[in-house]
């Protein structure tokens, strides 16, 4: 305790370092029957500093380049000591990202949490999460397996079908007409530079935000602790809700062991790209119900190409959905419930969808 | 939450839960140290090739001589025609995938699981087999003769 | 074509230009034109030749036409084209078919001009087969180039849709040799076509589409076809089965059967049922042939003993190292190292059971002591990934117990602190 003292002081006297944690020992964190939800955001960032972790592990072994990127997956899996561990990880640990950060958003939706001032919080957060997919898609490619290729293929081609800019940003993507290994190096850079400065960049201004505005609480309960300021319960962020914060992290840091030493993510084949697509293609899982969507869409709506009718539904609803919080206000409550109704029909399409994706062929 | 538990007892529960959490944090992180420590030591195969794979080193093949060495997941063949030329293929019969061999004495490739024959280019020439061998690229680079996959255009 | 001749137009008219169309299209097609179609084309059957088949025929895609093979003037309207005077010959006895085909077929000068590297010996070699002699000899039964290659829709034997593609080839030679009735002057069995629609030969090629797998062609020959002899059986199986040939030719079998004047490989293997062979042969179920001759307890009968239980140890061997890996694989390890020499033990077994053919058992376990090394090898690898993946699991044990202790020092720790601390 007294080592624990000692450096405190020494930063204190340099670096004053009372006053810089000073309004993180001040901040509190409401105590009601939804406070669980709360931990899904800082669980999302428990992951993404792994994967900050093991992807930089990863890159001592791992090499770009259509020749030598399966190969080198394959060598870090076999040949590099608990290389299977880390790359493990890494695979789940990404899907395991993009689900918090999924059901972080839509905690966010049900318990009405973006609304005024929290918007910027609920815009930065709806980049992240489109972040992590573009993490997810570029990272699946890079292991060079068939099934990567050919869904990386799919998916790119779903990309060029947007109307007038589609083609152009399936070159840009593709780094050419055809997914090659231009695309693998591109992507390469997309997953270890680009989106990991601009990921980090929004996640210091999704949490200064939260830091700023402070934790939400659930609007009706708001309405009443305000009515009776007596009944409001608070823990401290420091300790109380760090201490539980890093309880949930270690559950999940358990839970990620267990599944990558379970089952450790598989590799696939190498890509052969002069072979034929095998059956089955499917995108990662988070991708699966825009994919089941655009599959089942029929190919003629009214005149235009049932694809880029998809395509752009999609998009509109994107758009809608990330300009969910200005909505709030509209209308005597009519806009809150439209949300709500939005929301619920959201994750239900979703999650039918995903599944519906998975039983059928 | 309970309250109230005689004074006595707190200073030795206190110290338990130091233990637990404290042994707890330390052989957690240990157990996270020592997988990234091992990773961190480099492998003594340095890389398993990818495309390219030295096949053999300059003089171990006579002319016409031929060697099969493992070229990714298949065996291939590397073949020093009598005229000196180095010449790599795919050792994989076309027909049913037995490993084929360089007959010195014809001077063509063989397989001997159904008498099929190819020429020194890969070709099908007699017998069963459907299609070509797959050829490779041959360079020599210093006192190693390494064989790598074709390019595409 | 019916809308042809239902419409109003003469419809020798529209042939003739469709003729012309034809002649534009391809400068090698007849310039001439053919009136015999006219007719022919809506004739009943045998008489009936419809444009559609005519144009599916290579003759006529050469530029040949009904007049090349049966005479006449075709340019010449109805039965003037088929005077005596204009060398009209009417329907060919079938005896002359074979000379009339010949008449081409035979003639490398003329054949050069169409493909000079189709053979011309086809009529030479119709005669020293049994179909050519029988035919000689008067009996128009027997099959001409006609009945095999087809008439007036005749097709390359390139084309899948030929008779004598080799797909088709065994349907072809079964329209006459699976019918009893027809096949009863002759005395000779039916069961071909059945049994070799059982054989490994016909699977290689129905199944596999492998077009190099034997058909009845390949070992009795196409336009020589005769049943080889006894003594050229060997030979005939040798054109595929070289290593088989060459230490059976060593083999004490290959003296004693030739002076029982018994067929080589076809004691053993069979001829059109050919299946593909098991260890069982060298047992003494009813898949056996060794015991067929030999007599239990005697020299070769041990012999047969130790080649079948080596076969047997090293097929158990590669089964067991490949369950190893399955087992392993499964549970997420990466063995394609070893998979990829599973396929040298699988080589080596191959290897032993062809060695059979030597019938020297210390030749066969030598093979067999090769594949042994590989799976034990394999086993080993299976053996390690277990042993690595229960290293995993035991690792993740401790983790996970390491884990779980500071998970609850954390919450006996927020409880501690949490009731010592003033009440917010």
Redesign the interface.
């Known amino acids: 305790m007294s080592l624990f003292t000692g450096v405190q002081n020494w930063l204190d006297e340099r670096f004053h370092w009372a006053e810089l944690i000073g309004p993180l020992k001040k901040k509190t964190v409401p105590i009601h029957k939804l406070s669980y939800w709360y931990f899904l955001g800082g669980i999302t960032l428990f992951l993404f500093m792994i994967q900050v972790c093991t992807g930089i592990?990863l890159l001592?072994y791992y090499?770009p380049g259509a020749?030598?990127a399966?190969?080198?997956v394959?060598?870090i899996m076999?040949?590099?000591?608990?290389?299977w561990?880390?790359r493990s990880i890494h695979s789940w640990a990404a899907n395991l990202m993009i689900l918090t950060a999924f059901a972080h958003m839509f905690s966010v939706v049900f318990l009405r949490a973006y609304r005024k001032p929290r918007e910027m919080t609920w815009l930065s957060g709806m980049v992240l999460l489109f972040l992590a997919m573009g993490f997810g898609f570029s990272g699946y490619l890079l292991p060079w397996n068939t099934l990567a290729f050919f869904a990386t293929k799919v998916g790119t081609e779903i990309t060029g079908q947007v109307p007038i800019v589609g083609h152009s940003m399936m070159v840009f993507l593709r780094g050419g007409e055809e997914v090659t290994g231009a695309t693998l190096t591109r992507f390469f850079g997309f997953h270890v530079a680009v989106l990991p400065g601009l990921t980090t960049l929004l996640v210091l201004i999704h949490l200064a935000l939260v830091q700023y505005f402070g934790m939400s609480v659930p609007p009706g309960l708001e309405a009443r602790w305000e009515a009776a300021p007596g009944e409001a319960r608070q823990m401290k962020f420091f300790p109380s809700f760090f201490l539980r914060e890093l309880m949930a992290w270690?559950i999940a840091?358990g839970a990620l062991g267990a599944l990558a030493a379970i089952l450790p993510w598989e590799l696939g084949t190498k890509a052969d790209?002069f072979a034929s697509a095998p059956a089955g293609i499917r995108p990662e899982w988070y991708f699966m119900f825009m994919f089941q969507t655009l599959k089942k869409i029929p190919a003629k709506v009214w005149f235009l190409d049932g694809e880029v009718v998809g395509i752009l539904v999609f998009g509109a609803a994107g758009l809608l959905w990330m300009l969910l919080p200005f909505f709030d206000q509209v209308g005597r409550g009519r806009g809150r419930r439209f949300i709500m109704g939005a929301g619920i029909f959201a994750l239900s399409y979703i999650i039918a969808m995903t599944i519906y994706g998975y039983m059928a062929k | 939450?309970?309250?109230q538990e005689p004074a006595k007892i707190q200073p030795v529960?206190?110290r338990l839960?130091?233990i637990?959490?404290?042994?707890?944090?330390v052989?957690?992180i240990?157990?996270?140290v020592y997988?990234?420590l091992?990773?961190?030591?480099p492998?003594p195969?340095p890389?398993?090739?990818?495309?390219?794979v030295v096949a053999a080193k300059l003089g171990d093949l006579k002319p016409n001589g031929s060697k099969i060495f493992?070229f990714g997941?298949?065996p291939a063949l590397l073949l020093l025609t009598a005229e000196g030329e180095y010449r790599a293929l795919s050792a994989v019969c076309t027909?049913l995938s037995?490993?084929v061999q360089y007959r010195n004495d014809l001077h063509e490739i063989w397989c001997?699981c159904?008498?099929g024959l190819y020429d020194l280019n890969g070709r099908n020439i007699s017998?069963?087999?459907?299609r070509p061998l797959d050829a490779f690229q041959v360079h020599v680079r210093g006192d190693e003769i390494v064989v790598s996959?074709k390019r595409?255009a | 074509m019916a809308t042809w001749r239902n419409s109003g137009l003469p419809r020798r008219l529209i042939l003739r230009l469709a003729l012309l169309l034809f002649a534009c299209a391809d400068v090698a097609y007849a310039q001439t034109a053919n009136t015999c179609l006219d007719c022919h084309s809506v004739q009943d059957p045998p008489r009936r030749v419809t444009e559609e088949q005519f144009a599916r025929d290579i003759h006529s895609q050469k530029g040949l036409n009904c007049a090349s093979c049966h005479g006449g003037d075709p340019t010449k309207a109805d039965l003037d084209a088929m005077s005596k005077a204009a060398g009209f010959r009417g329907k060919i006895e079938r005896s002359q078919i074979p000379a009339l085909c010949g008449k081409c077929h035979a003639d490398g000068a003329y054949m050069r001009q169409y493909n000079p590297s189709l053979r011309t010996d086809q009529l030479s070699q119709y005669k020293t087969s049994v179909h050519g002699k029988l035919l000689e000899k008067g009996d128009t039964k027997v099959a001409v180039c006609t009945d095999c290659h087809g008439v007036h829709d005749l097709r390359p034997v390139s084309d899948t849709r030929s008779k004598v593609h080799p797909l088709n080839v065994a349907q072809t030679c079964a329209r006459c040799h699976a019918d009893a009735a027809y096949m009863k002057a002759y005395s000779i069995p039916t069961d071909q076509f059945e049994k070799y629609s059982t054989s490994v030969h016909h699977q290689a090629m129905a199944a596999r589409g492998?077009?190099?797998?034997p058909t009845c062609t390949t070992c009795h020959g196409n336009h020589g076809a005769a049943p080889p002899g006894v003594d050229s059986v060997q030979n005939v199986c040798s054109?595929?089965?070289?290593?088989q040939d060459q230490m059976y030719e060593k083999s004490s079998h290959k003296a004693a059967f030739q002076s029982a004047g018994l067929p080589g490989c076809v004691v053993c293997h069979g001829n059109h049922g050919i299946t593909h062979p098991t260890d069982a042969k060298l047992g003494t179920g009813p898949a056996a042939t060794c015991m067929q001759c030999h007599s239990p307890g005697d020299t070769c009968d041990l012999a047969r003993v130790e080649m079948l239980s080596g076969l047997t140890r090293l097929d158990s061997a590669i089964k067991d190292a490949d369950h190893t890996l399955s087992v392993a694989e499964s549970s997420g390890m990466e063995v394609?190292a070893a998979r990829?020499e599973e396929d040298q033990a699988r080589?080596a077994l191959t290897k032993a059971r062809v060695t059979i053919h030597s019938f020297r058992k210390e030749l066969v376990d030598h093979d067999i002591q090769e594949g042994l090394k590989i799976a034990e090898k394999n086993m080993l690898a299976g053996k390690a990934a277990l042993a690595d993946r229960d290293y995993r699991r035991r690792?993740l044990g401790?983790?996970l117990v390491?884990?779980?202790?500071?998970?609850?020092?954390?919450f006996?720790?927020i409880?501690?602190i949490?009731?010592n601390a003033p009440k917010t």
Request: charged share 20%.
């Open positions: 592990l001592l090499r020749n030598e399966f190969e080198s394959q060598y076999t040949r590099v000591q608990f290389g561990l880390i270690y840091l790209p | 939450m309970e309250t529960r206190r839960v130091e637990l959490l404290g042994g707890g944090v052989a957690s240990v157990a996270f997988p990234v091992r990773y961190l030591v492998p195969v890389d398993l090739g990818g495309d390219e493992r997941t298949r027909h037995c490993t001997a159904h008498n017998g069963p087999p459907p996959r595409e | 492998d077009l190099s797998a054109k595929c089965h070289v290593f394609s990829l080589d690792g401790w983790a390491f884990i779980f202790a500071t998970v609850i020092g954390l006996l720790y409880r501690q949490e009731r």
